[in-house]
């Protein structure tokens, strides 16, 4: 995924930054909201989208002139991606891409969440700890397992007929160690048998009983029962369908979790309508007057039905207060703010309901971090209240994995509010953070969340490839001229993306984020098949370039200390090959004060066999894991 934002970073700083699609748009800041309301002489000449797939739809999003606002990462990437039947003989890759810096396993105290063997990805962290009792942890994740599952439906590899699926795992004894796995019979058939689907949420998604091609971007959260509930989307790739989707998970006494089949929300069949990007909250506090609602927030895009050009993306709400059997109507929380985004609720001892989200009003030029807040259980709310105006990052230089600039947020004991979200500063991609101590009335000025620094050079110098005595290879013109590679002088800033916070019961408030701290050489591939087969499969590789891996930081705002919970550098360029890293990473605390941070990680390494559709003779490969990494400072 090439850009001109990769290729020379400070030529255009100063343009209008389009995040969440990996891309940068050569688009003058002159150039404001009011371009996305163009006239009607302009219309007639402009292009028309065919909405009724999740590819037009984005089309059209890119599309708009001016535009800060994208979709999910994920749901970008699921437009991209496509199945196909392999051939009778197993693929033998080329080659397979990697990197000796690389490890080969995620190491102790990081514990790996998904506990499938056969290279599937995972990626988009949600997790959430029962205020009762520390050792119980869910969390949530965009799985793809059903992508590799060795089973057929009619004939059918399910890996050609599976998709990211909405997947959850659950601990009982704080993290230590996490449950479960999927076991499919050797013929399929669709199912919400838990024995069958293991880890995959039931009734959403086809392979697991449900309606929809694909399910993903979740988040959990637990009431004070010990009850705990997923939301995520159902959607389908090459059709209008979509919904959010709410599971309510209960564990019988033996510690087993269980899923209630979904409550859909907002369910559209329209062209012109699409959900993304879904947060839930739930009101755990003991004595709250609203102790146990559950509130869902989620994006709204609108289309013109007439030539499927973009209207607006407002943030939509529900509360329930049956347990998410039923939801009130869903009602509009972002007002005049009409192009947003990466919406996140989040809720205060006393029961005060906040919102937060990315976004931006007609004729603004850059986006802001928006709050509203209802003291009334999700009745009403007050009107929005720009935190801060933020630039949109473009992402970590030398990656090409998609970003945004979504917030999450947390609330102290005492009621204090923080959020937090990364934006562009002098260049880079900046974790902050902005804190209110008067319900959200006034918000202080955002503040870095981490200290400053370079990247750690690793793995320099090395020698360019000589030209591939195949013409179809690369040549020296190409960079293959056996030249020496040194690491860049001077090296990057450490750069932060994905920040994710969370306040404990013992008065400490945890800010988490991937922040770019080592700078290795990669060598690409010059050229093979396409995905999904290319994810794999390489057959002539091509020079080195320059590339940032991360790791996860979690610092402790109460007491300004910082550390690093991952084991070693995350790479970003494996299994979708650099494009989609997820969109977020999660934090939860227990009532003891400790923190569980959970992101993706690409450190371990299984054989893959099965692979959208595709057969692979045993090839080991490093994948997207799910992994957590607690304590307290």
């Not at 949530?140 to 009619?154: I, K, Q």
């Not at 960079?479 to 800033?493: E, H, I, Q």
């Not at 013992?506 to 922040?515: C, E, F, P, Q, S």
């Amino acid at each position: 995924m090439k850009t001109l934002r990769w290729f020379n970073r400070t030529r255009f700083i100063s343009l209008a930054r389009i995040a969440g699609g990996g891309a940068l748009f050569a688009v003058g800041l002159a150039i404001a909201f009011n371009a996305v309301r163009p006239s009607s002489a302009e219309m007639r000449s402009e292009k028309i989208y065919d909405i009724n797939t999740l590819a037009g739809k984005i089309a059209s999003l890119r599309g708009t002139a001016g535009l800060q606002i994208r979709f999910s990462a994920f749901l970008e990437q699921e437009a991209e991606e496509q199945s196909a039947k392999g051939p009778m003989t197993p693929i033998m890759p080329t080659h397979v891409l990697t990197s000796p810096l690389d490890g080969t396993m995620v190491t102790p105290p990081a514990v790996t969440v998904n506990q499938d063997t056969a290279a599937a990805s995972q990626n988009e962290t949600a997790i959430a700890v029962d205020p009762n009792n520390s050792n119980r942890i869910v969390a949530g994740a965009n799985d793809y397992v059903t992508r590799t599952w060795p089973c057929t439906v009619n004939g059918t590899p399910c890996s050609a007929l599976g998709d990211g699926y909405s997947g959850t795992y659950f601990s009982n004894d704080g993290g230590s160690t996490w449950c479960c796995n999927s076991n499919p019979n050797a013929n399929y058939v669709p199912t919400t048998d838990p024995s069958q689907i293991g880890t995959q949420i039931p009734g959403v998604e086809h392979l697991v009983g449900g309606q929809y091609d694909a399910g993903g971007d979740p988040s959990v959260a637990f009431d004070s029962q010990g009850n705990v509930y997923y939301a995520g989307l159902g959607f389908d790739r090459t059709s209008p369908p979509s919904t959010v989707a709410v599971n309510k998970g209960t564990f019988d006494s033996g510690g087993n979790l269980s899923w209630s089949l979904p409550t859909f929300i907002n369910q559209s069949t329209s062209p012109s309508t699409l959900n993304d990007k879904p947060w839930i909250a739930v009101d755990s506090h003991s004595g709250s007057p609203f102790q146990d609602r559950i509130y869902v927030t989620w994006t709204r895009f609108i289309f013109n039905p007439q030539n499927g050009r973009y209207v607006q993306s407002p943030i939509w709400f529900v509360y329930s207060t049956d347990g998410g059997t039923t939801f009130s109507a869903p009602t509009n929380v972002s007002a005049n703010a009409h192009y947003s985004q990466g919406s996140h609720p989040v809720v205060g001892p006393d029961g005060t309901l906040y919102v937060f989200w990315d976004g931006s009003t007609r004729l603004a030029s850059t986006n802001s971090t928006y709050v509203v807040k209802s003291t009334d259980g999700g009745a009403t709310f007050s009107s929005p209240l720009q935190v801060s105006t933020l630039t949109e990052t473009a992402g970590v230089q030398n990656t090409v994995f998609r970003v945004n600039s979504y917030p999450a947020a947390a609330v102290d004991l005492n009621g204090v509010v923080y959020v937090t979200w990364a934006t562009e500063i002098a260049g880079s991609s900046v974790a902050v953070y902005s804190k209110s101590t008067d319900a959200g009335a006034t918000w202080s000025a955002p503040t870095p969340v981490f200290a400053s620094g370079s990247q750690t050079a690793d793995g320099y110098p090395v020698t360019q490839p000589t030209p591939d005595p195949d013409p179809n290879g690369c040549q020296a013109a190409n960079g293959c001229d056996g030249s020496t590679f040194n690491a860049p002088s001077p090296a990057g800033p450490i750069e932060d993306i994905f920040p994710a916070a969370s306040a404990s019961a013992n008065g400490n408030v945890y800010l988490g984020a991937y922040r770019g701290d080592v700078i290795s050489p990669w060598q690409v591939c010059f050229a093979g098949p396409p995905p999904p087969e290319g994810r794999i499969n390489c057959t002539y590789l091509g020079p080195y370039i320059h590339n940032t891996r991360l790791d996860y930081f979690v610092t402790d705002v109460t007491t300004s200390t910082t550390n690093t919970v991952s084991t070693h550098p995350i790479n970003t360029r494996y299994h979708f090959g650099g494009g989609f890293f997820g969109d977020y990473t999660d934090m939860s605390s227990d009532s003891t004060g400790n923190f569980h941070a959970f992101w993706t990680d690409s450190n371990n390494v299984q054989n893959v066999v099965w692979w959208y559709g595709l057969q692979f003779v045993p090839t080991p490969v490093h994948q997207q894991d799910v992994v957590t990494g607690s304590g307290n400072f």
